[in-house]
C-alpha cells in the first residue's frame, strides 16, 4: 500500500514538474513574442491634447511598460473628404484616388502595424466628422490590408453617446474580419475636461485592462 502511494505520489511530481516547465517556457515565449509590436491608434479629436488624447496615454503607458511600439496619428483638425463611392479603389493597387498624401501616409502606417486603435470623441452620439471621412475610405480601399490585425475602439463622452460611438467604431473592424479587443466594461471614459476624466477610476481601469487584453491578443 505504501508502495503504491509512493508511485502515485512521484507520478504526481513529475507530472506537475514537466508541466510547470512548459508554461514558463509559453509565458516566456509569449513575452518575447510582444516586444517589438507596433500599434497604431488614430486620434479622431481635433484637439490634440484633449480628452481623447488623456485616454490614450492611459493605453500608451501600459503598452511602453512591455516596449511595445505605440504611435498616435491626430487626424482631427485635417479637412478630409469623405467616400464618394467612385469604386476607382477597387484596383490592383486597392488605392483611393481622394486621399491627400498625408491620408495615404496614415493609411500605410496602418498596413503595417500590428494592430489598430480608433480613438474618437462623441459627436451628437456619433465619431467625430473628419474620423469617420477618413476611415469610411481607408478601410474600404484597404481592408485586405487590415483583415485580421486586433482592433480597439477607445471612445471619450462628456455624458451620454458612448455606446453608439463605440459600436460605430467597431463596426470597422467586425466588417473587415480584425478580431475585437474588450475590456471590463465599455471602452469609454467619462469627463468634460481631462481633470474629469482623471476621477473616472472605472474608465481608467477600463482603458487600462483593454491594453492588457490586446496586447494578450498579439
Known amino acids: 500500500m505504501k508502495k503504491r502511494k509512493f508511485i502515485q505520489a512521484t507520478a504526481l511530481g513529475i507530472t506537475a514538474f514537466i ?11 509569449d513575452k518575447k513574442n510582444v516586444k517589438g509590436k507596433k500599434i497604431i491608434a488614430i486620434n479622431g479629436s ?3 491634447n ?3 488624447a488623456y485616454a490614450l496615454s492611459i493605453i500608451g503607458d501600459v503598452f511602453r511598460n512591455e516596449n511595445i511600439s505605440f504611435n498616435i496619428i491626430n487626424i482631427g483638425q485635417n ?13 490592383e493597387q486597392s ?15 496602418m ?7 480608433l480613438a474618437s470623441p462623441t459627436y451628437f452620439g456619433g465619431i467625430a466628422g473628419s ?16 483583415s485580421h490585425k486586433p ?3 477607445v471612445v471619450t463622452t462628456q455624458r451620454t453617446g458612448a455606446s453608439m460611438t463605440f459600436e460605430g467604431l467597431n463596426q470597422y473592424f467586425t466588417i473587415n474580419q480584425m478580431p475585437v479587443a474588450s475590456s471590463t466594461y465599455w471602452n469609454n471614459i467619462r469627463g468634460l475636461t481631462v481633470d474629469d476624466l482623471k476621477q473616472d477610476g472605472e474608465g481608467i481601469r477600463t482603458l487600462q485592462n483593454l491594453a492588457k487584453n490586446l496586447i494578450d491578443m498579439l
Open 19 to 29: 508541466l510547470g516547465n512548459i508554461s514558463g517556457r509559453l509565458i516566456k515565449s
Open 46 to 48: 481635433p484637439n490634440e
Open 50 to 52: 484633449g480628452n481623447t
Open 79 to 91: 479637412d478630409i473628404r469623405g467616400c464618394i463611392a467612385c469604386m476607382n479603389c477597387r484596383n
Open 95 to 109: 488605392v483611393c484616388i481622394h486621399t491627400t498624401a498625408e491620408e495615404k501616409a496614415w493609411i500605410e502606417t
Open 111 to 117: 498596413k503595417t502595424a500590428d494592430a489598430v486603435i
Open 131 to 146: 474620423m469617420k471621412s477618413f476611415l469610411d475610405k481607408a478601410f474600404y480601399s484597404s481592408s485586405k490590408y487590415l
Open 151 to 153: 482592433g480597439a475602439a
